[in-house]
């Protein structure tokens, strides 16, 4: 008999309630540069929401479902009349993530981000096409025609992946309950079954506060991270994975064998930035994985896109549109801020996550937080 | 009640036996540059095989189906064996062809291209997943790990594309009747109820012979054509759209009504080329579309994939790979054989295609043969 | 003893208003799509002005020296004060066309674009360069700092390419010369030794107006034209080149023997669009040379440039920019009206130039005017 | 009167040797991930050779020379007669590095990479040419075609940049005198006058050896390093940026004040990779920028080339060309020495530095090593 295991995002906000004990990277000490905004998640941008499904089940056989959708929505219930600039960018191309042809070309992210997993971006991609269809309206000239923008990172490791399990109704969950405030990290949403750097691994987000040129503006990034050997891990520059090698998901480290991994990273902020900006703020979550040692390694699909919330002038074909922008000479420190977001987002899923045992009894093991500790404070960090 | 007629590759196959006196572009007297293969079908370049499913299919309500599958198996029963190298160019990107970050990255192309309507992408990607998962083996990193490239056009103003009627039974067909030797053109497939300009569209293809260096290579194209407004229309440089003004899709001639267009090229080759020659052949493509009159319009997805089947040391992780390539000096002719194939390939899709009725009374009127011919010899060409 | 024939854009001004008679292909009937500007000319985009400095004398031993330089400032006068938005495109990279990693970075092209030969980009750069330091400020960071934007086609066939015969007072020349209204074309400036389709080539111009949105703006287009196989030359549909074979360049018309073409088209408008749009206006320069013949063979350098005046916000660090742009659902005409400029302004090319014996008598043969009529009016065209 | 202090490599050959003792990074305990080759230089890929000119000399009015080229040759002599594979990547594009277009397009590198001051690109262009036609044979088409690669990096503030003090005759000593064996740091060549992370910058260089498929291949790694912020320097993770405070070049440590700064990174291997592979490689260096605390600020034009020399074929036109590649699952070890060796070239560039006084007195300190240490040892590294 199956049971149902079901956590709808609004489960998980009263699970997250509960959790709120639980630390993130920072409540143990771990330093990072820069100011993060008030809750340290991607939601700190205004408008901005986040909705989880997340799927737990054991089925016969072994089989086991440890799989979600995480849907990032740009404007929360106006992301579907309003359409944001946006821009992306692939580290190491070894992943999926749709809708960015027209991305590339339109410099507009016309809908929500959907993360999943690899053999689910079919199921999510059809049923975000017809819940828009039952949202909204046709676009400005008048057709429908959706291409939404659907990621993903492999979780077949723990997930029974081949089974198809995400179906259109968990994607609707994740994205009419989709809501601001506090975001649930670690084994949630698309993240369920995700492994990093050989610990368990999942959704993490982490936001930076700036000022440019007298304003205050918010980056925030989510991450589905699902990538790394265990060896390559560095925690705010200390090479914490020499330190904590049990648990090891690949028993011989084969630089070559890590062939599985991911990361999709989404930068939101509300400075006012084109799209080749944006661009350009996609392309430093590669400055964020670095920091963390990643080498982004063939297997691993590292694909970055950012967006602006703004520009509320798009979505209207009857007009000249009105733009505002952050000069170049005065962007960089919403650079360092999503290099530093990005960082941090990583190591929050590390913390957050917790050990699973899943597919054909894999297990991943989550991030031991007082061994953590005791590497950090070694090496002169630490609470 | 439903009334199914699922044609499949195979009744296509009988149709098109059946269709043998069917004119085809130059059956007409319309010149082309350069030598076709046998068949003028992208399966004359060898081991590529093609599968159709046409839906049409008449509803309740007005509602009408006509869409369908397009497959294009690089390799035939071999193509997961073996990937092939690849590379693509998007010349206006308002369109969805999912797997083209793995492409760029690789440079590989690892299964079957597939194309329908811009709807039925998400079915079309899982269900190739699936598809590959039942026939083939995990790739050589010993992982399922698939990325299927799904392309589209939007077939919405003769099929109710938001019915979602591509199943994944179809997507088995055309994956499974995949077949060389002749390719049905017109109404048929993905290019089932495509518009290609305001005359019926859909699928055409074309081939070259170009000598190398001492030896005989092949380019094959297969379009889904569904793009242009009529007054853009030229064939071979007679512009044929200014005379045949009749039964337009858009009664206002407004170049920013044409939102909804798109065409699909694949191009194929036996040629020795590299991936990063691959993109070379495909942005090729360009040059076709622009001797057809094409301004790729802002809602064109106008995207190319090419390949080579010469390459057969692919899909090995155990040893160094063997490759042969045709150097950068001596490549022109295959530039010239793949932008005369372009443009033959989508002058075939108009020839071939049929007057159509479709949603909500919706039609699309074939290009008349008479009146072309009449147009061609008053400047000069015809039979 | 040297004989200087260093005619600069005041002379040819000078020759201009002489040439007054010259017909352009309009003249001699030649049918085009769409509506030009007043000067069909890049110059019909108000601020835009062009310089020319053109080189040419016989030297020893059968040496000559056919060259030049020709800039387009994008505000005249004002060019180094306020920067434009700008993208740009390569067909076939097999040229050089400097500052374009900053263009795509920044979206912004910062000075003027300027055409020369292939072993002339280095004086064309520095003496860039130098001039901006003798005209200009530092920059926005309060730095020196130029990556100016110099791009070239090849003309050693005519001109003793290895003598390096511009030296930086040409270039200045060009740059102080630079004026509006009628731009001189054919052998002059940077086209002074072109060949095009084997015919004498050079410097070509042409402009479209368009309604966008209830508001008239200009695309105006400048190519510096030196690519093609006389058999490929196809003018406003017509297989021109295959009637008028005399007088090649390649006696043996093999596709690859072409390695030493190249054109590089220079996009300018008023109209408000941002730099991803200004990338998509330069792609269309593609459609344009497909519609005349071109293969973009691996030789041909075929790399655009396009830029907008609209913006006048730039140059500013210390304060937000305020832009305006078209939307994309109404930016097709200005797609259109690129494709039909560079199609026209190549044309435009060929009728200017005139036949010219260079080094090593060498000789490139004008397109003959009466012939080309002829082939027209066969083909049911012309006067 | 002037003093000329035109220091050509052969003097810094025997500078080196003097200079033998000096310490690089591991020298002073700095812990680096994996196995670097006999010299931890570039010239560990067999074949390289490296050739710097020195360009120091007090002018009058206090300005001064403080700059110089870098020439390196993927194959020493027979640069010129084989081209070899390569890619390139642009971190954040404000800089120049010309010949990028062909490299994209054609997957070659058919000359040397030439690094320089940024108003000196120009120079060592046209030198580059001249140089080739002196040295070399027309290319495979039988023309005379040169597109050189040469990339700059800023050093006007201890540098008369706007002097153009670099000549024909020092590019010519750079290219000529380019051996293989150590190669010099610091403030040599292109690298004299450079600044990083406001301490002295310039040349560094490293290498890593890997084992891929049984068999041993070496990445080697040279940088001009010129960019960053004191405090976001890290060290094998450890920020030291923040200790090590005297000595800034910028007074108000402003984010956007940094646009003055660069990195070109060379990677050179002997590894067979193919030009998408090798596109990959040059990503890779991103990953090192980020452990060291880079943000790419908007001024820094982090510019990246790879090439292989493991390639003999190319350079020929008449013939298939036979090649071999690491298949892509086995690859990751050369992205993960990539990242390596572009960490500790950086750092070994500011080890080798030494203090100097420049242009208008300004001043830059070098890396003080007993500092370093000293912070090291604080956070648990060091001797």
Known sequence: MRRTLWITCFLLAAQFSIA???????????????????????????????????????????????????????????????????????????????????LEESGQLEGPVMLTNTHSVGTVHQA???????????DASGYWWALPVVAETWDGHL???NGFHVKAEHVDAALDGAASGA??????????????????G???????????????????????????LREQLRI???????????????????????????????????????PHQLKRIARRAALGLGRNGSIASNGSGDIFVAFSTADVSLGRADQLLDHQSIPNDAISSLFGATVE???????????????????????????????????????????
């Not at 828009?132 to 046709?138: F, L, T, V």
């Not at 949630?188 to 750097?197: A, D, N, P, Q, S």
């Not at 330190?243 to 062939?259: A, F, K, M, Q, T």
Request: glycine share 14%; charged share 20%.
């Open 236 to 274: 705010s520059g200390v090479p914490v994975g020499r330190y904590l090698r049990e648990h090891r998901i690949y028993s011989e480290p084969d630089p070559d064998v890590d062939g599985t991994g991911s990361i999709i990273v989404v930068v939101a902020t509300d400075a006012p930035l084109l």
């Open 20 to 102: 709120a004990d639980q630390p993130r990277a920072r409540d143990l000490g771990i330093p990072f540069d820069g100011t993060p905004g008030p809750l340290n998640a991607i939601t700190d941008v205004a408008g901005v929401t986040v909705g989880h499904t997340t799927l737990i089940e054991d089925l016969e056989d072994g089989r086991a479902v440890r799989t979600g959708v995480t849907a990032v929505l740009p404007r929360g219930k106006d992301t579907l009349l309003r359409p944001v600039f946006g821009g992306w960018f692939a580290l190491n191309g070894n992943g999926e993530m749709t809708g960015t042809t027209w």
């Open 183 to 200: 975001v649930a990290e670690g084994n949630v949403g698309g993240g369920t079954g995700m492994v990093c750097y050989e610990f368990k």
């Open 128 to 138: 975000t096409i017809a819940w828009r269809i039952r949202q909204g309206e046709p």
């Open 341 to 383: 977001a990005v960082e941090e987002a990583i190591i929050n899923a590390l913390i957050a996550a917790r050990d699973m045992t899943g597919d054909q009894g894999h297990y991943a093991k989550a991030l031991p937080h007082d061994a953590l500790v005791e590497v950090m404070t070694s090496h002169a960090y630490g609470p």
């Open 202 to 228: 999942g959704i993490g987000t982490a936001s930076r506060m700036v000022d440019v040129l007298g304003s205050s503006y918010t980056v925030g990034v989510l991450v589905q991270a699902n990538y790394g």
């Open 159 to 161: 997930n029974d992946i």
